[in-house]
Nanobody
Framework: QVQLVESGGGLVQPGESLRLSCAAS????????MYWYRQAPGKQRELVLS???????NYADSVKGRFTISRDSAKNTVYLQMSNLQPDDTAVYLC???????????????WGQGTQVTVSS
């Protein structure tokens, strides 16, 4: 069984930084793309960043220059480094990974439980 566990959320003031982590565990053969999404109250879930297993990244315009995604494939972990956080960044942040488990010939999407990030003075 594959499980994703996120950590690192919290309450910060505008302009501050925060680092989120998402680690996958279980019987994993391979992990392809990794993603960070966020969902603010009353809004649709938004894809914020993604990274391929080759390290190619994509960013939403709203976070370019402030957020960075990285991965440690040896640890099955994806990171989200957020800087210059603003109140509009307040949301639940969720990770997603495309994982091929040992129980299947195919990859499926797995989601973390989400971690709250609140930016407020």
């Amino acid at each position: 069984q594959v499980q994703l566990v996120e950590s690192g959320g919290g309450l910060v003031q505008p302009g501050e930084s925060l680092r989120l982590s998402c680690a996958a565990s279980g019987s994993i053969v391979s992990i392809n793309h990794m993603y960070w999404y966020r969902q603010a109250p009353g809004k649709q879930r938004e894809l914020v960043l993604s990274i391929t297993n080759g390290g190619t990244t994509n960013y939403a315009d709203s976070v370019k220059g402030r957020f960075t995604i990285s991965r440690d494939s040896a640890k099955n972990t994806v990171y989200l480094q957020m800087s210059n956080l603003q109140p509009d960044d307040t949301a639940v942040y969720l990770c997603r990974m495309d994982i091929r488990p040992m129980s299947s010939f195919y990859a499926s999407s797995y989601w973390g439980q989400g971690t709250q990030v609140t930016v407020s003075s």
